[in-house]
């Protein structure tokens, strides 16, 4: 549903034009994040079409925390879609991340 051009560079890029100064990411992660969430028994979930989707990096996840990370990856699946009330016709995937 998404445009294709809707990736992280195109965003990246968009913040850099409009604020003049390169956007600093990793610098954020460090220092919002450690690069590690250390909170137990967390299952986090995004849509594919969540513009945020690439701010979960699914490999920063610590299993021996009971930690994961799933993606609902089909049509509709925005923000929050696997939070509303399940319908049968709900795509596959967003069933598996429920």
């Given amino acids: 549903m998404r445009p294709q051009i809707l990736n992280l560079t195109y965003w990246t890029d968009l913040c850099d ?36 989707r690439w701010a979960t990096d699914q490999h920063l996840y610590i299993p021996e925390l009971g930690q994961k990370a799933l993606m609902a990856d089909c049509d509709d699946c925005g ?4 939070l509303y009330t399940p319908k049968e016709s709900d795509p596959k995937s967003l069933k598996l991340v429920r």
């Fill in 79 to 82: 923000h929050c879609a696997d």
């Fill in 17 to 52: 034009d409009l604020f003049q100064t390169p956007i600093k990411i990793n610098r954020s992660i460090i220092e919002f994040a450690k690069n590690k969430v250390h909170g137990t028994n967390i299952v986090f979930t995004n849509g594919a079409e969540d513009p945020w």
